[in-house]
């Protein structure tokens, strides 16, 4: 009994001496920081990936990229110059006033559609004004005839900035004036549709009480 325990010491004894000639070996390392904190050697060198290669962004000298001029593409770039959004206040109103007044007289001597449409207006709207429906119905009534209206002349300009363009028949150029054209169309729908579901039943109770 008294020989395993002294065996059992020995061993035990020489355990704990490998242990401290193993503590004994390992040298401290300088480089070696904990997980999260920067090194010093980092610091002074930055850091460097694979090969030696810099992970930093290069820049150029001389640059500064918050003062780089913007393209002309960017959204918050300037604006050029225009000289014809000089005027202000009252003088700015006189002058699309004018301007106005000059595209309705290009619209009645040039477009022979909009001369069509605005001698069916000068009939419906004292007709709208005159029949005697509710205020709603009323603003509907000459809103879509209004409405035609403004659908041409937009219609009327497209078609003179596309011809502005080029008058060679181009395929972009006929689907343009197309969508303009389909564009009235469905304006003029509107326009027949308000005035059959507003005036139709008076005028069909109009013609009931006239026979």
């Known amino acids: 009994m008294r020989t395993r325990h002294s065996t059992a010491a020995r061993a035990s004894n020489g355990a704990l001496r490998a242990v401290d000639d193993d503590t004994d070996a390992i040298e401290p390392f300088d480089d070696v920081s904990e997980h999260g904190t920067p090194n010093h050697v980092d610091h002074a060198n930055g850091f460097h990936g694979m090969n030696g290669a810099s992970l930093e962004s290069p820049e150029r000298p001389g640059s500064d990229p918050h003062n780089e001029p913007l393209s002309p593409d960017d959204p918050f770039a300037p604006l050029p110059f225009n000289p014809y959004k000089g005027n202000r206040g009252l003088t700015r109103a006189w ?16 477009e022979s559609a909009f001369r069509q449409e605005l001698t069916l207006a000068a009939i ?23 409405l035609v209206l403004i659908v041409e002349l ?20 006929r689907r343009a004036k197309d969508l303009g054209s389909a564009a009235v169309m469905v304006a003029l729908g509107m326009c027949l549709m308000t005035w059959g579901l507003i005036v139709g039943p008076l005028v069909v109770r109009w013609v009931k009480a006239w026979l």
Do not use: Q, T, Y
Not at 95 to 110: P, Q, T
């Open 154 to 173: 937009l219609n009327s300009s497209v078609e003179a900035a596309i011809d502005r363009i080029s008058l060679e028949r181009h395929e972009l150029s």
């Open 124 to 146: 419906l709207i004292p007709c709208g004004v005159l029949v005697p429906v509710d205020p709603v119905s009323r603003v509907l009534l000459l809103g879509s005839v209004l």
């Open 95 to 110: 002058h699309a006033m004018k301007n106005s007044l000059a595209g309705f007289r290009v619209a009645i001597r040039e």
